[in-house]
């Protein structure tokens, strides 16, 4: 392993094995990269479980700028609109690159792709793959195309724990597989390791997706931004099972309609109905549950007896649980669905620190603003993955000096974290709520262990949280509900975050000690 690694010395090293990750070791071709997962590829990789699509426009009626609109308009104020026109523009291509990888997407008789509506979109622009398989085709067609790529090398069970920096520049990733620590030394990084459902108790993120990007490039002295903004799907299937399947918008955009178990349909007053944005379909679900209400998804009428055709993986989950959703409600609940917040990054993907880029959901690149819009992700990723791998071919690899031995960081286990952000940082928040969740993480990030690094993450993003005094779209705050008038995207660096939560503990200590002094 060591003459192996060793020979390896200067190459782009990749660390994700999903959409991002994979489509920047393409877009690199034919520069040898190393690409990093600590899992099977795909196995933990949130874009497999993606059933929504990829939003673009394809069609007559539709238009780039109409689909910036709608992005915008989800955004809630946040969007950086040059970064997000330059990448609805792009889309379209983005899709035509996955066709030609061999992603079997789905097409009407005259072979134009088949368009499907999802909530806050004006027109039917969401291109499909195996109906609500989107993701699975997607990740199956591109890792195939890396295994067939002769200069990508791929390192399967091997994870990245820290990177190493000096002079605020990357000289290499430390990382382990089972037979113990490895460096691999290189001055080019990127961060393609999805997002942070796994922090949380209910989410449709496979467990292994807890922030470990953020906790990497956080510990390499990156910015972060944004971290509050985290996306509640407001139609998880409501199961033990985790993660939560999802029941994608598409079935909303086909006419399912949301109802709770008098049978009200309880959307259909507010503006948008069952298709407006998530956040406000999630709070919504949210409260109604909150009232002591269960909430299903009812699509007996639309798309009815055609469900099990058009969503086949989602029949065979209901089916599973003894449902079929042509003569029986769906059972749903919002859950952690994806993080809009993450590294700061230019147009280009890079971060604050030299030699660092990420890509996908780990990433704020300012597409999705406070409130992401259905289908934009998938689309983000593989569009930025171009621009990712040009900036890259764009630095000299240089001469990399060879790292010494370096103490391997524990393994991380987010299990303890969970029911803290959950409680916490659920769709409906308060500075009590999030001030509890900041003096509960703060001693177990100080400590060095398992939990360390999960809740050095969850941490920074209720620091984020706590700081900002409004409600704005994936953040809603029952103590601050109303949206300021200018729209200021937030940034965090660990030293900023861990002096902000010292300083919340100090307080709400100094708070208790006066009160209980009062006679």
């Known amino acids: 392993m060591t003459t192996e690694i060793s020979a390896l010395a200067g190459r782009p090293v990749i660390i994700g094995g999903g959409a991002a990750g994979l489509m920047t070791a393409l877009q690199l071709a034919p520069e040898p990269v190393v690409l990093l997962s600590k899992s099977p590829l795909g196995a933990e990789a949130s874009s497999l479980w993606a059933q929504g699509g990829l939003a673009a426009a394809m069609c007559d009626d539709?238009?780039?700028?109409?689909?910036?609109?709608?992005?915008?308009?989800?955004?809630?104020?946040?969007?950086?609109?040059v970064v997000a026109s330059r990448i609805v523009h792009d889309a379209p291509a983005a899709v035509e690159q996955l066709a030609r990888l061999g992603v079997a997407f789905d097409r009407r008789e005259n072979g134009s792709f088949r368009l499907g509506l999802e909530a806050a979109h004006g027109r039917n622009r969401i291109v499909h793959a195996t109906g609500d398989g989107t993701g699975r085709e997607i990740m199956?067609?591109?890792?195939?195309?890396?295994?067939?790529?002769?200069?990508?090398?791929?390192?399967?069970?091997?994870?990245?724990?820290?990177?190493?920096?000096?002079?605020?520049?990357?000289?290499?990733?430390?990382?382990?597989?089972?037979?113990?620590?490895?460096?691999?030394?290189?001055?080019?990084?990127?961060?393609?390791?999805?997002?942070?459902?796994?922090?949380?108790?209910?989410?449709?993120?496979?467990?292994g997706c807890f922030g470990q990007g953020l906790a990497l490039?956080?510990?390499?002295?990156?910015?972060?931004?944004?971290?509050?903004?985290?996306?509640?799907?407001?139609?998880?299937?409501?199961?033990?099972?985790?993660?939560?399947?999802?029941?994608?918008?598409?079935?909303?955009?086909?006419?399912?309609?949301?109802?709770?178990?008098?049978?009200?349909?309880?959307?259909?007053?507010?503006?948008?109905?069952?298709?407006?944005?998530?956040?406000?379909?999630?709070?919504?679900?949210?409260?109604?549950?909150?009232?002591?209400?269960?909430?299903?998804?009812?699509?007996?009428?639309?798309p009815g007896k055609e469900f099990a055709q058009r969503y086949p993986v989602i029949s065979a989950f209901c089916k599973m649980a003894g449902i079929d959703p042509a003569t029986d409600p769906i059972p749903v609940r919002p859950a952690?669905?994806?993080?809009?917040?993450?590294?700061?990054?230019d147009i280009d993907g890079r971060s604050t620190a030299n030699g660092l880029w990420a890509c996908g959901e780990v990433s704020r690149t300012g597409l999705h603003g406070a409130n992401r819009l259905a289908s934009n992700s998938l689309m983000e990723a593989i569009v930025c993955a171009r621009w990712v791998a040009e900036s890259i071919k764009g630095v000299s690899a240089g001469r990399v000096r060879l790292q010494t031995a370096h103490s391997l960081p524990h393994g991380s286990d987010p299990s303890v974290v969970r029911a803290i952000l959950a409680q916490g940082l659920g769709v409906l928040r308060d500075g009590n709520t999030i001030g509890r969740a900041v003096r509960s993480l703060y001693p177990i990030a100080l400590r060095r262990g398992a939990a360390s690094d999960p809740a050095m993450v969850g941490l920074m993003i209720a620091v984020?949280?706590?700081?900002?005094?409004?409600?704005?779209?994936?953040?809603?705050?029952?103590?601050?509900?109303?949206?300021?008038?200018?729209?200021?995207?937030?940034?965090?660096?660990?030293?900023?975050?861990?002096?902000?939560?010292?300083?919340?503990?100090?307080?709400?200590?100094?708070?208790?000690?006066?009160?209980?002094?009062?006679?």
């Not at 539709?62 to 915008?72: G, I, K």
């Not at 000096?166 to 990382?175: F, P, R």
């Not at 952690?336 to 990054?345: E, K, N, R, T």
């Open 140 to 207: 199956r067609a591109l890792i195939s195309a890396v295994r067939r790529c002769p200069s990508i090398t791929l390192l399967e069970g091997v994870e990245a724990r820290r990177l190493i920096v000096e002079d605020n520049a990357i000289k290499g990733v430390l990382a382990a597989n089972e037979r113990g620590a490895l460096i691999l030394n290189t001055e080019r990084v990127v961060v393609a390791t999805g997002g942070i459902g796994g922090l949380f108790l209910d989410s449709t993120n496979p467990a």
């Open 217 to 302: 490039a956080a510990h390499a002295g990156a910015t972060l931004s944004d971290l509050e903004f985290v996306q509640f799907h407001p139609t998880a299937f409501d199961g033990p099972s985790r993660p939560m399947p999802l029941v994608t918008e598409a079935v909303r955009g086909d006419g399912a309609i949301l109802i709770d178990d008098t049978g009200k349909r309880f959307m259909a007053n507010e503006p948008g109905a069952e298709l407006a944005a998530r956040d406000i379909v999630a709070r919504a679900v949210w409260r109604r549950r909150a009232e002591g209400h269960r909430t299903f998804l009812d699509a007996r009428k639309h």
């Open 62 to 81: 539709d238009a780039p700028a109409l689909h910036l609109a709608d992005t915008l308009a989800a955004g809630a104020g946040l969007c950086n609109e």
């Open 336 to 345: 952690v669905h994806y993080h809009m917040g993450g590294i700061a990054v």
């Open 464 to 519: 984020s949280a706590y700081r900002r005094e409004e409600s704005r779209g994936g953040h809603y705050r029952t103590d601050f509900p109303t949206t300021i008038a200018s729209a200021v995207p937030s940034h965090i660096d660990i030293v900023e975050a861990f002096d902000a939560a010292r300083h919340i503990v100090e307080s709400d200590s100094e708070t208790a000690s006066a009160g209980s002094a009062r006679p």
